[in-house]
C-alpha cells in the first residue's frame, strides 16, 4: 500500500463530454473525500464518504456531478456534460475515523482536469 | 458555517529570518486546527495539528481560541521551506476546511 492513488493523472476533454475518475485511498482508512483546487485557491470540499455511505456533499456539487463508493474501497467521481469552469484538480483524500477525531488526511496527487 | 482566512497570498523572508503564517478561522465550537503543506511537485501532506503541540521541521502553531487564531511559526527558515501552506480547520469528525494558503518563498 503506497498511500492514496488517484488515476488518471491528467485527463483533457471537450466541452460536454462525461469524465470519470478514480481514487484508491489507503485500504485501512474508512474515510474517502473529494475536494477541487483551482489556481490560486485551497481545496474546495465536494463530498465524502465513510465506508460506503456518502455522508455530505456540497453545495458546489452540481447534480452533474456524482461520487460512489461501492464496496467501501475505492471510489469514483464522474462529472456529465463537462463545462470550462470544470478545470481543476480533483484531489482525494483519506483517513481513519475513530473515537479520536483528530486524525489528518493522506491525500493523493490529484487529478488535473482541463475541459477544452 | 465553518471558515479559515490566510490574509497573505505570499511571504518572502530570507534565509535564517523568522516567518509567521497567519490564520484566523470563524467556527462557534471547539474546533480542530491543521496546517497542511505542499512541495513544489508535490502532493499536500499534513506539517502539524494543534492538538499534538508538536514541534514538525522546526515549526509551531498555537491555537489561540481567543483570537480565533493558529498561526504557523518558525524562527529561522531555511530554503527547503519554500511552499505552499494551508491552515485548514475540522468540527470534531467533520471535514476539512482549508483556507486560501501562503506561499513561502524563502531566498538565499
Known amino acids: 500500500d503506497t498511500g492514496v492513488s488517484q488515476n488518471p493523472r491528467h485527463k483533457i476533454t471537450k466541452r460536454g463530454q462525461n469524465v470519470t475518475f478514480r481514487c484508491d485511498p489507503i485500504s485501512e482508512h474508512n474515510r474517502l473525500y473529494w475536494y477541487r483546487q483551482t489556481l490560486g485557491q485551497g481545496p474546495e470540499f465536494l463530498t465524502y464518504?465513510?465506508?460506503?455511505?456518502?455522508?455530505?456533499k456540497s453545495r458546489l456539487l452540481s447534480d452533474r456531478f456524482s461520487a460512489e463508493r461501492p464496496k467501501g474501497s475505492f471510489s469514483t467521481l464522474e462529472i456529465q456534460r463537462t463545462e470550462q469552469g470544470d478545470s481543476a484538480m480533483y484531489l482525494c483524500?483519506?483517513?481513519?475515523?475513530?473515537?479520536?477525531?483528530?486524525?489528518?488526511?493522506?491525500f493523493g496527487s490529484g487529478t488535473r482536469l482541463t475541459v477544452v | 458555517a465553518q471558515r479559515v482566512t490566510q490574509p497573505e497570498k505570499l511571504l518572502s523572508v530570507f534565509k535564517g529570518a523568522p516567518v509567521e503564517l497567519k490564520c484566523n478561522y470563524s467556527?462557534?465550537?471547539?474546533?480542530?486546527l491543521f496546517w497542511y503543506v505542499q512541495y513544489s511537485r508535490q502532493r499536500l501532506q499534513l506539517l502539524l495539528r494543534h492538538i499534538s503541540r508538536e514541534s514538525i521541521k522546526g515549526f509551531t502553531a498555537d491555537l489561540n481560541k481567543g483570537e480565533t487564531s493558529f498561526h504557523l511559526k518558525k524562527p529561522f527558515a531555511q530554503e527547503e521551506d519554500s511552499a505552499m501552506y494551508y491552515c485548514a480547520l475540522r468540527p470534531a469528525g467533520n471535514k476539512l476546511t482549508f483556507g486560501g494558503g501562503t506561499r513561502v518563498l524563502v531566498k538565499p
Open positions: 467556527y462557534s465550537g471547539s474546533p480542530e
Open positions: 483524500a483519506s483517513s481513519p475515523f475513530t473515537g479520536d477525531h483528530n486524525y489528518g488526511y493522506t
Open positions: 464518504f465513510q465506508n460506503e455511505a456518502q455522508l455530505e
